[in-house]
């Protein structure tokens, strides 16, 4: 086992326990903070795989934006976010349903091929040609449909509407 595989299985235990601490915990913002050290932990999983442009996007869109933008809402939106009102958790239920379907899955996975499929690179200049060349416009007006879809939420939320 050379340094690279050590590296990766280590990243991903530490993916696999966070994301499991993350559906256990109770606290809201505890969840949240669980959830940024995966997203941090997957994109060393991508730089660590020779895909920077998958790890920065993943450093600055999710472990840093969607982060944030998850601890603002609940702290807009909630008036006592470390009291147990926030209490989040997984009951037995989902746990047992989500014990099941990773069963089903194992089971209908079989056996992994064992040769290796080959890699086919791209270019991020292309890549970022498409995404914000000619739909860019329509990817800033995603942006603010989805700006307006929190609004409302908070809106609905927000304490002492009639």
């Given amino acids: 086992m050379n340094l690279e595989e050590l590296a990766f299985l280590a990243l991903a235990i530490v993916a696999l326990v966070t994301a499991v601490a993350a559906l256990l915990v109770r606290e809201l913002v505890h969840t949240i903070l669980l959830v940024s050290v995966f997203f941090v932990d997957l994109s060393a999983i991508y730089f660590l795989l020779e895909a920077p442009f998958l790890g920065v996007l993943q450093l600055g869109v999710y472990a840093g934006a969607v982060t944030i933008l998850l601890l603002f809402g609940i702290m807009v ?61 329509w990817l800033l007006l995603l942006g603010v449909i989805m700006l307006g879809g929190v609004a409302g939420a908070i809106y609905l939320v927000r304490e002492g509407r009639e």
Avoid: H, M, N, W
């Fill in 77 to 137: 939106t909630r008036k006592r976010i470390f009291s147990r009102d926030a209490a989040t958790g997984l009951g037995p239920v989902p746990l047992a349903l989500a014990a099941v379907t990773f069963i089903f899955l194992v089971a209908s996975v079989g056996e992994f091929p064992s040769s290796p499929s080959t890699l086919q690179t791209y270019a991020p200049a292309l890549l970022s040609a498409q995404l914000f060349g000619p739909d860019g416009p």
